[in-house]
């Protein structure tokens, strides 16, 4: 896969995960607003508990569910995905395996190193 797709495709998964984060924000404050008008609803008295959850517009157990699955499927998706620079710094790691730019940075080093040495002793004597 080339570098420029790959780049493209973390800034995307990036904005995803943007997304993904209001809109379970937005889901958890639907959730929380469904929860206070059953509670206030229950309390006030207005309309009696088996009312309440034979009425299918307000309490219904199917769309309550789905909600709930997909709310916790957001929220986990968004949860693990990884950040934006972790992501850059696995694609970096990725090719940098690819290549052998790390082992001639290994023979530079290695032959600096000896050069130093071979300097340091020549000092000494």
Same mark, same amino acid.
């Given at each position: 896969?080339?570098? +420029?797709?790959?780049?493209?495709?973390?800034?995307?998964?990036?904005?995803?995960?943007?997304?993904?984060?209001?809109?379970?924000?937005?889901?958890? @404050?639907?959730?929380?607003?469904?929860?206070?008008?059953?509670?206030?609803?229950?309390?006030? @008295?207005?309309?009696?508990?088996? +009312?309440?959850?034979?009425?299918?517009?307000?309490?219904?157990?199917?769309?309550?569910?789905?909600? @709930?699955?997909?709310?916790?499927?957001?929220?986990?998706?968004?949860?693990?995905?990884?950040?934006?620079?972790?992501?850059?710094?696995?694609?970096? @790691?990725?090719?940098?395996?690819?290549?052998?730019?790390?082992?001639?940075?290994?023979?530079?080093?290695?032959?600096?190193?000896?050069?130093?040495?071979?300097?340091?002793?020549?000092?000494?004597?």
């Amino acid at each position: 896969m080339n570098l +420029e797709i790959i780049l493209y495709l973390i800034n995307l998964a990036s904005n995803i995960q943007i997304v993904l984060i209001v809109s379970s924000i937005f889901g958890l @404050s639907l959730f929380g607003l469904y929860i206070c008008t059953y509670i206030s609803l229950y309390t006030d @008295s207005i309309i009696s508990i088996k +009312e309440l959850e034979d009425d299918h517009s307000i309490f219904n157990k199917k769309i309550r569910n789905r909600f @709930s699955i997909i709310l916790v499927c957001i929220i986990s998706i968004a949860t693990l995905m990884p950040s934006e620079r972790i992501m850059y710094l696995m694609a970096s @790691s990725h090719y940098m395996k690819q290549t052998d730019i790390p082992q001639k940075v290994l023979k530079i080093l290695n032959n600096k190193l000896d050069e130093m040495l071979e300097d340091k002793k020549s000092e000494s004597i």
